[in-house]
């Protein structure tokens, strides 16, 4: 069965303090890799999508690119309002395009 | 724009009850999913809707679960009866149109329906 895993599952970063995050993922046929920020008490919001090796896209302190196996999500300088829970999410084509998951990696930016 | 509205946002109700969850998603969406999210896990795709009709509903307990989507707008997600690891949060996202080919397209959440099974 396909596998997405996120890690670390938790990260607390101080303010400023640049890193990424990690998605790893077993599908065939890859069709888009999904990455959402979800707070507390509301739903995912989009944040980004990749289709193929070697893209990128940024939005402010963040930037998302993507290799053959894994995607990273790179927050610069990040601020206490980034904190968040990010979900990264993988679209198999081969069971209705479905949405599958990771479980998140929960980010604290202390000021 | 409106994004994807959801009712109630909080229920509690006892073991063996049932319970309805509505969802109103973005105008124009021809897609709907529901989607069930447990305490410290990602959501997990339970149906989905390609107007008013089921696309995928292989991980939906049929049991118990049942969803319907009239004239391809609203949906329901009717749960009876309710057991004590239902207790999780019911998402509802739509997206315009589930991917095809090499084009695929983002879902947009409501906020969810908090449940908990006493």
């Known amino acids: 069965e396909d596998q997405v895993t996120q890690s670390p599952e938790a990260l607390r970063l101080q303010e400023g303090e640049s890193s990424s995050l990690n998605c790893s993922y077993t599908?065939?046929?890859?069709?888009?890799l999904f990455w959402y920020r979800q707070d507390p008490g509301k739903g995912p919001e989009f944040l980004f999508t990749?289709?193929?090796a070697g893209e990128e896209k940024e939005k402010e302190r963040l930037k998302a690119t993507l290799t053959k196996k894994e995607s990273f999500l790179h927050i610069t300088a990040p601020k206490p309002e980034d904190s968040a829970t990010y979900l990264c999410?993988?679209?198999?084509?081969?069971?209705?395009?479905?949405?599958?998951f990771g479980a998140g990696t929960r980010l604290t930016v202390k000021p | 724009e409106a994004g994807v509205a959801q009712s109630p946002r909080y229920k509690i109700i006892e073991k063996r009850q049932s319970v309805a969850f509505w969802c109103n998603p973005i105008?124009?969406?021809?897609?709907l999913y529901w989607y069930q999210q447990i305490l410290g896990q990602g959501p997990k795709l339970l149906i989905q809707?390609?107007?008013?009709?089921?696309?995928?509903d292989s991980q939906l307990p049929k049991d118990r679960f049942s969803a319907e989507r009239l004239k391809g707008v609203d949906s329901t997600l009717k749960i009876q009866p309710a057991k004590l690891e239902d207790s999780a949060v019911y998402l509802c996202?739509?997206?315009?149109?589930?991917?095809?080919?090499?084009?695929?397209?983002?879902?947009?959440f409501g906020p969810g329906t908090r449940l908990t099974v006493t």
């Open positions: 996202a739509s997206s315009l149109v589930a991917g095809s080919g090499t084009v695929t397209y983002e879902q947009y």
């Open positions: 809707f390609q107007n008013n009709g089921v696309v995928d």
């Open positions: 599908v065939s046929g890859l069709r888009g």
């Open positions: 999410a993988v679209q198999d084509p081969y069971n209705n395009n479905d949405m599958r």
């Open positions: 105008s124009g969406h021809a897609t």
């Open positions: 990749l289709y193929s």
